[in-house]
């Protein structure tokens, strides 16, 4: 039996059922139970019923989803804590199904994973991509929403033009129009091509360099498909550390060289803004430079720019605040923000679609999503006020924002609060 | 059936008890749904009235179509009464119930039996109901001597026959027709030959050639019998013209009888087409589906979407080789469900795994069938497992578990518990009957009603309000609600006539347990504990009792049922006390719009039930002898209905930006003649006719424009709410529209001093009604607006901004809702999307307020391990919309918008309450959330 709270992924061959891996729990499923999961789904799409997910008392939650008819992967959750409410949890554990897949395209290709010639080496191979799942399954890695919102979780610099010229620069001079610079795991700045990719992508290079980066090398070559760009031909992903938590990366071809790179470019261009650097690294996991005022009372926000499929997210916990909860905890507003997040995407919101494997695969993920397709009118705006926080989000045209305050602000306040927030980052920053 | 009691037995404590009761008690006539009753004693017995049948005769009159339905039809009981004592005296005692019925079977053989079982008569096929026995039917082979090729120029023809009119007409009956004449309007002269041209008139001696007809009589009335046509038999009985005035003559009381014609030559072509040409209902399809008839039509219409429900057993008996044994019950027989019946072994699996793996039984899940997104629900109990499947689209995965467990309450609540419901064999009929209402509920509801299906159907609606743990409660002005309580209080105390101990001193053969009172799908009164309402109210929705009783008068229901209130079966509340152990029965009375469900016991107190009892006729005719009582407050009740209750609300058109609203009305205005004369006479004559409570209006309000605006709006409303009165115009659309036509007249036309301020609602409050809510919002809303918006909209001054709202009592399991006759005096275009829009939403609220609840209920042992919904309690949450306008065609302004909000808020505190309001956006937060406040202090 699962715990409570915990995720089990299942990775098998979609025609013979070969187990593949399995990631996530501490305890694994019993053999016999990975069996009858898979063997349920084969069964009904045998029969014309396709299964696409299940729930159980406490909030547990079965999801399955085959990809291009070769890999199966099925998702286990135990309910529990992390347990959302029934449309929730679904879309989360879709979206994690759809990442982890991403996930196995962007190390090992996608003509490995379609075409199953060797099942053996396919199990060594997948395991080169563990440490990328095991950080998607992983729940407690805090201020990073990415995954969930497929939206660059991206940090607003104090000074953006002098880093912004240095990526370009630096990108170019590595032959490549592909270049990035992260700062906490976060996108600072980076060059357009970069943006023109799809966002599913470049949230999986973030979280890809940031294992990189965790790994504590100054620098590497990593070799990665894009599962939407170039699912079969691969680039090289090229990685320097500039300062510890400050990253660069480019995707480029087969020149130049690691050596000559770190060698040649990294200090011609970024060794004079060191210090602008430093400033990025000053503004940490606030995300938002100390211009943009942040009320007191507010616990923690999210903002994307559904245009730039970009965001901002930030927990602030001022523990002098003399309102403050101080049972709230930051990782318990993590927490919050994000199962606010689903809350209002699997039910008001709408939520880009991210093209992941074939085309039936897509509509079939956007049925799941009927409830929203209910209502005669469009939601704009909604809020929730639960024991420890309350919730607030808006969704314009080019914007949607999610705010927890504390409980004390008043219930119609929220309104006001919220927009004022949203008007005041965007003007600052013009995000 | 009566019994027939010495009078002189017990006069003296009689004198004191109301005529009605009584001349029920005394009169020994049998009552109409004695043959009804099933083997088991259950009793599902549905009438309609004579003015519902004509209507519907009308209808079927004027689309040329066939019916084929039978409908009894009611008399005041008075008048059954002295027409049928002398007929029908016979004596009998309680015990010896059974033997007279068969008595009374033989004897009393002037009516059909129905087809209204219901279909427990188990009789009813999967493919088409058997067509009905008839009595009058005097030999088994139909239509005999009618040629082969002859059938194709036959016809059927329904018409309704009064024979009582005949009797009360002063004309003297046509000697020379009989009854042919008299009582259908068919003229036939034997031996007018003359004129007769075609080859049949040689032969046409022996047949009831059809020679003419009666002016008004029911035959051309139906517009179907033809001069020239050739009656052949009477609901299947042949008939010549030697026997017709006999087999008229046996027509007991208002009844529709289905006769047969033989059209001449040269119409055989048409009349085959119209023959198999399928006829529109002429009673609802609600109504036939309760009588068990055509389902398979239904059925059919559905089909192509895949559902089901089966119970299939988890155990694996190896022995035995029967196919599909674990199948031990299933429901619809269709291509789409066959599917779902294929992929079983999935359910069974995933049911029996998931529990190991995640620690929780199965809820749901989810498959997608071809283009169908279908969602299953499970239901485990004990070694079987019950499996609902349902369309994503009907029924979203947030309201898949209330429904599913609705169904599962309220087969409990009817059979004692799933067991005992699926595994017996005979109950199969039944249950395809309960399943075809649930599914046919929830697939297409608009089938179920009159009319034609509106272009939007409220699904979320009924889900949202069917699966509320609550009734639908109308607030009673307190003086009638104080007699509605008494009378009802009279009949629970059960010391009348025979229901008293000392009447023969024996003990009662049940004990009321409490009973509650509808009015047209209103509650509005009830003395049950809330458990035992909500299993009432349960059933009651289920067989669709309550839209039926506002939609149409009913001529009599009577239901008898053993049932197992859930509250009771499982021990009561608290412990040390046990509740009796006794068995109980519900019977349901309804007369016209008014419907009580009554909850017996027997045992304990009382006698012991013994078999299965049949409903006594002592308890059902005091329930309708209460019944009758009430009637009289019928006119108190329609007022209160028409008079909208304190939280006055708004139309969501009202509020788009006022130029649109004016074009539309102005082109509605154009187009319909009755309309511009009524937008002209309102700004022509502002005084016209006032109502009542606008004089206290006036004297509050003493600016000029106000009391202009006030009775231009005013007076077509009272011309609606005084419908019978005033039948002349449509009584829904066209003072609705001239309402807005001179709200919104005045409101522009003033010059930003006055307003249109409470235009709409202040002056239709009659009543000090207890749920003031409104009151206090509105005097709220319109202190603090005016202080605060002074300038701002379009229509200067505070507008009332309520669009609708649900509040709910969880402790007494009631809820309040404007009344279907508000929300359809809003009418506009958009409200009634607004209206669906806002029960979807209600539904993601509720779902987020139960999930973020302390488990309760039935499964509250298996949940209280859970730690909790991760976002934790929520105690309000609130959702903002905006609106378009639909076909916007304006290519250079964008679209007006609209914002409202939806906000639902549940209270633990003081008294458990939820409350979903939908406003519009200009509220200003502040009233908004005092009215929370101050709603919620007060109560109801």
Not at chain 1, 286 to 295: E, T
Not at chain 2, 524 to 546: M, R, S, T, W
Not at chain 2, 924 to 934: I, T
Request: net charge neutral; with cysteine.
């Amino acid at each position: 039996m699962l715990q409570d709270g915990s995720t089990q992924l299942l990775c098998l061959t979609a025609s013979s059922g070969v187990p593949l891996f399995t990631r996530g729990a501490s305890k694994q499923l019993p053999f016999s139970v990975i069996g009858s999961l898979n063997g349920v789904h084969m069964f009904g799409g045998g029969q014309g019923a396709l299964l696409s997910s299940c729930e159980t008392e406490g909030g547990g939650k079965v999801v399955w989803k085959v990809f291009h008819d070769s890999v199966m992967l099925i998702a286990v959750s135990g309910g529990g804590s992390s347990g959302a409410c029934i449309g929730e949890e679904e879309s989360r554990l879709q979206r994690l199904l759809e990442n982890v897949w991403s996930c196995m395209v962007l190390v090992l290709g996608q003509d490995e994973l379609v075409n199953l010639r060797n099942i053996e080496r396919l199990k060594r191979d997948l395991r080169s991509c563990f440490c990328l799942i095991d950080k998607l399954l992983e729940e407690k890695h805090q201020g990073v929403l990415g995954d969930l919102t497929h939206c660059a979780d991206s940090l607003v610099p104090p000074n953006p033009t002098p880093l912004q010229e240095a990526v370009d620069g630096f990108a170019q001079a590595a032959d490549s129009e592909f270049g990035c610079l992260f700062v906490h795991g976060r996108i600072v700045v980076a060059t357009e091509k970069w943006w023109r990719l799809a966002p599913q992508e470049v949230v999986l290079l973030c979280a890809l360099v940031r294992t990189l980066s965790a790994s504590g090398s100054a620098s590497c070559d990593y070799p990665v498909f894009l599962p939407q760009g170039s699912p079969t031909v691969a680039h090289r992903l090229l990685r320097f550390q500039l300062l510890p938590g400050a990253d660069v990366c480019v995707l480029c071809g087969p020149t130049p060289s690691l050596q000559k790179a770190e060698t040649e470019l990294v200090g011609r261009f970024w060794s004079p803004l060191i210090e602008t650097l430093r400033s990025c690294l000053a503004v940490g996991e606030r995300c938002l430079p100390g211009s943009v005022p942040l009320r007191p009372d507010v616990l923690a926000l999210l903002l994307i720019n559904r245009e730039t499929r970009r965001s901002v997210s930030c927990v602030q916990i001022s523990s002098h605040h003399p309102l403050s909860d101080s049972s709230l905890s930051k990782s318990r507003c993590w927490e919050l923000l994000k199962l606010f997040y689903i809350f209002s995407i699997s039910r008001y919101f709408t939520q880009e679609e991210t093209l992941c494997g074939s085309p039936e695969e897509s509509t079939q993920s956007s049925h799941t999503e009927d409830f929203l397709h209910g209502f005669s009118h469009q939601p704009q705006q909604c809020y929730l006020v639960t024991e420890e926080c309350k919730s607030y989000g808006l969704q314009t045209q080019q914007h949607q924002f999610f705010l927890l305050v504390l409980p004390s602000v008043p219930t119609f306040a929220l309104r006001t609060v919220a927009t004022q927030t949203l008007a005041d980052i965007i003007s600052a920053t013009a995000f | 059936m009566f019994n027939l009691i010495d009078g002189n037995s017990f006069s003296n404590n009689l004198e004191d008890f109301d005529s009605i009761r009584s001349v029920l008690l005394y009169s020994d006539l049998e009552p109409e749904w004695l043959d009804d009753i099933q083997k088991n004693g259950e009793l599902f017995y549905l009438e309609l009235s004579e003015g519902e049948e004509e209507a519907a005769l009308a209808r079927v009159a004027a689309s040329q179509c066939l019916s084929t339905n039978h409908v009894r039809f009611s008399e005041k009981e008075a008048e059954v009464i002295t027409e049928q004592a002398g007929t029908q005296r016979r004596g009998s005692r309680r015990k010896g119930e059974p033997a007279l019925k068969k008595l009374a079977r033989i004897l009393g053989r002037k009516r059909r039996p129905s087809q209204r079982k219901g279909g427990k008569d188990g009789s009813r096929g999967k493919a088409t109901p058997s067509p009905p026995a008839s009595i009058l039917k005097t030999q088994p082979g139909q239509q005999q001597g009618v040629a082969v090729q002859q059938r194709r120029r036959l016809k059927e023809a329904c018409v309704y026959l009064n024979p009582k009119r005949l009797a009360s007409s002063p004309t003297p009956l046509c000697e020379r027709g009989g009854l042919l004449e008299a009582l259908l309007g068919v003229v036939h002269r034997p031996a007018w030959t003359g004129g007769q041209t075609d080859r049949g008139a040689v032969r046409q001696d022996g047949r009831l050639t059809v020679h003419g007809l009666i002016p008004n009589s029911p035959a051309i009335k139906c517009g179907q019998i033809l001069i020239g046509d050739v009656l052949l038999a009477v609901d299947d009985v042949d008939v010549s013209p030697e026997n017709i005035e006999r087999v008229l003559s046996c027509i007991p009381g208002p009844t529709q009888v289905r006769l047969l014609f033989l059209k001449p030559l040269e119409f055989s072509l048409f009349g085959y087409k119209a023959q198999k040409m399928k006829a529109s209902p002429p009673v609802s399809q609600l109504v036939r589906l309760l009588w068990g008839e055509d389902t398979a039509e239904l059925q059919m219409a559905i089909g192509h979407i895949p559902h089901i429900v089966m119970y299939l057993s988890l155990k694996l008996d190896s022995s035995s080789l029967q196919e599909e044994e674990e199948i031990l019950y299933q429901y619809p027989v269709s291509e789409a469900s066959s599917q779902l019946k294929g992929v079983r072994g999935i359910f069974l699996t995933l049911c029996d795994m998931l529990e190991n793996v995640t620690g929780g039984h199965i809820i749901s899940s989810s498959l997608l069938l071809g283009k169908h997104l279908v969602h299953v629900g499970y239901w485990k109990e004990h070694n079987n497992l019950l499996v609902v499947g349902l369309p994503a689209e009907r029924v979203p995965l947030l309201s898949l578990q209330t429904v599913v467990g609705d169904v599962v309450r309220t087969l409990k609540v009817m059979y004692g518990s799933l067991n005992s419901a699926f595994c017996k064999p005979d109950h199969a009929p039944r249950l395809d009957h309960f399943f075809c209402l649930f599914f046919q509920q929830l697939i297409q509801p608009w089938r179920l009603r009159e009319g034609a299906p509106p272009p939007l159907p409220d699904v979320s609606g009924s889900l949202f309000l069917d699966g509320l743990p609550a009734v639908r409660w109308l607030t009673l002005p307190p003086e009638i609600k104080m007699e509605v309580d008494t009378v009802l209080s009279d009949f629970e105390s059960s010391d009348f006539g025979e229901m008293s101990e000392d009447f023969f001193g024996l003990r009662r053969l049940y004990v009321i347990l409490g009973s509650c009172l509808f009015y047209k799908s209103y509650l509005i009164a009830n003395h049950l504990p809330k458990e035992d309402l909500l299993d009432v109210c349960l059933y009651c929705q289920h067989f669709c009792l309550l839209p039926l009783a506002s939609e149409q008068r009913v001529g009599q229901l009577v239901i008898w049922r053993e049932v197992f209130p859930q509250q009771r079966a499982s021990g009561g509340p608290a412990p040390g006390f046990s509740q009796p152990q006794g068995r109980h029965f519900l019977l349901i009375v309804g007369l016209r719009h008014f419907m009580q469900c009554v909850l017996l016991e027997a045992g304990g107190c009382a006698s012991p039930a013994l078999g299965s009892p049949g409903p006594d006729c002592v308890y059902v005719d005091q329930v309708k002898a209460t019944l009758l009582q009430l009637n009289t407050l019928e006119a108190a009740m329609e007022e209160r209905l028409n008079v909208p209750s304190a939280p006055c609300l708004s139309c969501a058109d009202w509020f788009l930006p006022a130029a649109t609203t004016r074009d539309r009305l102005d082109s509605l205005a154009s187009s319909s003649p009755v309309l511009s004369k009524l937008a002209g006479a309102i700004r022509g004559s502002p005084s016209g006719h006032r109502g009542r409570s606008l004089f206290g209006e006036k004297s509050r309000r003493s600016s000029p424009q106000r009391s202009l605006s006030d009775s231009g709006s005013e007076g077509p409303m009272d011309a609606g709410s005084g419908l019978p009165a005033a039948p002349g115009l449509s009584p829904h659309s066209t003072p609705d529209s001239g309402r807005r036509i001179g709200g919104r007249r005045d409101s522009l036309g003033s010059d930003g001093s006055g307003g249109s301020g409470g235009l709409f609602k202040m002056p239709r409050m009659k009543h000090p009604n207890p749920f003031y809510l409104g009151t206090l919002k509105k005097t709220l809303t319109d202190r603090e607006t005016e202080e605060m918006y002074n300038t701002t909209k379009l229509t200067s001054g505070t507008e009332n901004t309520l669009f609708h709202y649900v509040l709910m009592e969880t402790v007494q399991g009631i809820f309040i809702a404007p009344t279907h006759r508000e929300v359809a005096q809003l009418s506009g275009s958009i409200h009634p999307q607004l209206i669906c829009n806002f029960h979807h939403c209600c539904l993601s609220i509720r779902a987020a307020f139960q999930q973020s609840l302390p488990a309760r209920g039935c499964r509250a042992a298996d949940r209280s391990q859970r730690s909790g919904w991760g976002l934790g309690p929520v105690k309000e949450h609130g959702v903002l919309f905006q609106c378009k306008p639909e076909n916007w065609t304006d290519q250079k302004k964008p679209a007006p918008t609209m914002t409202y909000w939806v906000i639902g808020r549940m209270l633990l505190e003081p008294v458990p309450q939820e409350f979903y309001v939908c406003f519009h956006d200009s509220v200003p937060e502040v009233p908004v959330e005092m009215a929370f406040r101050l709603s919620f202090g007060l109560g109801l």
